[in-house]
């Protein structure tokens, strides 16, 4: 069997390492395809780096654009490769430009695709992830939900064929990476930071960082943190900072250390050993949880919303009043913040890639791995 990944910015490496690897396992070796969506060392190469994955088959090198832009090109270019390859299947992990390009061009080779993350959904239709995840679920063959709530979600669009509920392989990628984060990096000493004495903080959403106003908003939060807070920046949000003229108001706030993103290794030491999270972030909000780390989500709604229901994540959007105040709480009042570090984990057992390869491999050995006419 040749199953073909296509993926592009740094949490689709993150989540698709663990499939490669289960491939490895089984004795195959899947074809990886990367299109260039994020190209930075830091956003990029240092995690094929840090994860192990083999080399990388073809670099499309598509780079940043404009939606129509980055997803029209990354679809003549997977459509040569694929065209060109033939893979059995092809994987796509999450809701990105790349997800969509991927799952398109593939369809309409008639090459099925599996979509790995499936059925999540903000119900945000101005979010560019949710027209991409509902695009990819509704051109996939196979789809891999994390959670029940993601599957009835699919459900409720009339996908339930080939669906299969595995957990998200961001647990995986946690439990194969802490113990190598723990004894390998050593970002708290290079930081000066103290376990559990720091706010590990990430913002980059297209809602919270493309308008002066957010963006001012958010600024206005970091100028108020309570403790001392670490934010590795992404670099769309940098290049807004700077765009916006904000950018030496953030980097002289005293309590707050900024440094280029981080590698994996760093990321998660940090984030296992951080007092509270503060994120945007779709990844950091699922880690958060796994690793017993209270979260504050800077977000009005999530297409994670088991981390809600669990306890574990707040939803407390750009407003400053509100933020503040559950930093408080978690400083002040110990039960609430156990209760919030205690969440249970709602994403599964850490072996969702061992079972989407299993599966796919089971469905390609039926010859039920095919596109449906
Ligand atoms: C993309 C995804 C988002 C995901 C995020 C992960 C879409 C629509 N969005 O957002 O869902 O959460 O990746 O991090 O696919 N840039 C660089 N260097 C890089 C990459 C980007 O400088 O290596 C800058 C460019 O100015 C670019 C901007 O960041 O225009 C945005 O990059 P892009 O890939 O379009 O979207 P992200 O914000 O990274
Ligand atoms: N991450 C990282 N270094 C950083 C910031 C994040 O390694 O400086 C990791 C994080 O652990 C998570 C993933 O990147 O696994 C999340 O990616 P991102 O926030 O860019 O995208 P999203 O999950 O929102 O799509």
């Known amino acids: 069997m040749k199953p073909a990944l296509v993926f592009g910015t740094r949490p689709e490496i993150i989540k698709l390492a663990p499939v490669v690897r289960a491939f490895l396992e089984m004795g195959i070796k899947p074809l990886l395809i990367h299109t260039g969506q994020h190209y930075d060392y830091e956003m990029s190469r240092i995690f094929l780096e840090e994860l192990e994955l083999p080399p990388i088959d073809y670099h499309l090198e598509v780079g940043s654009g404009t939606q129509a832009e980055q997803t029209g090109k990354a679809m003549i270019k997977i459509e040569k490769v694929l065209m060109e390859e033939r893979p059995d299947v092809t994987l796509v992990q999450g809701d990105t430009n790349t997800v969509l390009a991927g799952a398109l061009a593939s369809v309409k080779l008639k090459i099925p695709v599996a979509h790995v993350e499936a059925g999540l959904r903000s119900f945000d239709r101005t979010m560019p992830e949710e027209i991409n995840r509902i695009l990819a679920d509704h051109a996939s063959e196979v789809l891999f939900p994390p959670t029940e709530e993601a599957r009835k979600n699919l459900e409720r669009e009339g996908i339930t064929e080939n669906v299969y509920v595995v957990g998200n392989t961001i647990v995986d990628a946690v439990l194969q990476n802490s113990l190598v984060a723990e004894k390998k990096s050593d970002v708290l000493e290079r930081l000066d930071l103290k376990p559990k004495e720091y706010i590990l903080i990430t913002a980059h959403r297209a809602e919270n960082t493309d308008s002066w106003e957010n963006l001012t908003r958010l600024v206005e939060i970091l100028e108020s943190l309570p403790m001392m807070a670490v934010y590795p920046i992404h670099p769309r949000t940098e290049g807004r900072l700077k765009r916006f003229g904000l950018w030496e108001r953030v980097a002289s706030i005293e309590n707050l250390i900024l440094t280029k993103p981080l590698g994996y290794l760093d990321f998660l030491r940090l984030e296992k050993n951080a007092f509270a999270v503060m994120t945007d972030s779709g990844g950091v909000q699922e880690e958060a949880i796994i690793l017993d780390v209270p ?7 999530t297409e994670r ?12 959007g750009l407003e400053r009043e509100r933020v503040l105040r559950y930093l408080q709480r978690l400083i002040e009042d110990r039960d609430f913040y156990e209760k919030m570090a205690k969440a249970p984990n709602p994403f599964g057992d850490g072996k969702a890639g061992e079972k989407i390869a299993k599966i796919l491999v089971g469905l390609y050995e039926k010859g039920e791995l095919k596109v449906k006419s």
């Open 305 to 316: 919303p088991e981390t809600v229901k669990a306890g574990g994540n707040i939803l407390v």
């Open 295 to 301: 979260c504050l989500t800077l977000r009005y709604n």
